[in-house]
């Protein structure tokens, strides 16, 4: 059974600094790696899909790797803005559906 | 604009009650899911349904139903079998079931008292 596990739970980095979050996954017969985003009482935003055969994807001050064989994920988010306060959970695709981290809450300081 | 409706954004039940949480999309999109998220813990999958009329039992079922009479729509009842109830539920879709990224709704938060 697939296991998700994201550490540390909570985040906490002055504006401006860049900052790597983690995943890492016990299966690595995945299809893909998922990021998202969760604002308090919101619905999750997805920010970047890595399809198992990739290494990275971009998107704008994002950055996620995927490391298949030693099942980890890492979200690099440059220059960070109080705007990306939030909650950021990762998901793996396989034969189970989605198996999803319980998150780690990222507070961007001012 | 595209998107996933949930309603209500809250909602309270005495227990014992049967409550049906509503969820609307207008993407397109053949798959729907159901999941439950609780204070750390990651989503639970309920139900998911990839195709009209089609609807497949996720990791914690018991107690709920679902239907799909609709490409649009996706609604869970929550029945007084459900031995916890109270909990964030988030309705979820995408194209064509793999491989693509999930879009969520807003969520229903339920208590039962």
């Known amino acids: 059974k697939q296991e998700v596990t994201q550490i540390p739970a909570a985040l906490s980095v002055p504006e401006g600094e860049n900052l790597v979050l983690n995943c890492s996954f016990t299966?690595?017969?995945?299809?893909?790696l998922q990021w998202f985003r969760q604002d308090p009482g919101k619905g999750l935003t997805s920010l970047l899909l890595?399809?198992?055969?990739?290494r990275e994807q971009t998107s704008g001050r994002l950055n996620a790797s995927l490391d298949k064989s030693s099942g980890r994920s890492t979200l690099y988010i440059a220059a960070s803005q109080p705007g990306d306060s939030a909650t950021y959970l990762c998901?793996?695709?396989?034969?189970?559906?989605?198996?999803f981290g319980t998150g780690t809450r990222l507070t961007i300081i001012p | 604009d595209g998107g996933i409706t949930q309603s209500p954004k809250y909602l309270f039940r005495k227990e014992g009650q049967n409550v049906t949480l509503s969820c609307e999309q207008n993407?397109?999109?053949?798959?729907m899911y159901w999941y439950r998220q609780d204070p750390g813990q990651g989503l639970r999958l309920i139900y998911y349904?990839?195709?009209?009329?089609?609807?497949q039992k996720g990791d914690i079922a018991e107690g709920y139903s679902v239907s799909r009479e609709k490409k649009e729509s996706f609604p869970l009842t929550v029945t007084s079998a459900q031995k916890n109830p109270t909990a964030f539920y988030l309705c979820?879709?995408?194209?064509?079931?793999?491989?693509?990224?999930?879009?969520f709704g807003n969520g229903t938060r339920l208590t039962v008292t």
């Open positions: 998901a793996v695709e396989g034969n189970e559906k989605l198996t």
């Open positions: 299966d690595s017969a995945i299809y893909n």
């Open positions: 890595i399809q198992s055969s990739q």
């Open positions: 993407l397109n999109h053949d798959a």
């Open positions: 349904s990839q195709i009209v009329n089609d609807f």
């Open positions: 979820a879709s995408n194209p064509d079931g793999i491989n693509s990224p999930l879009h």
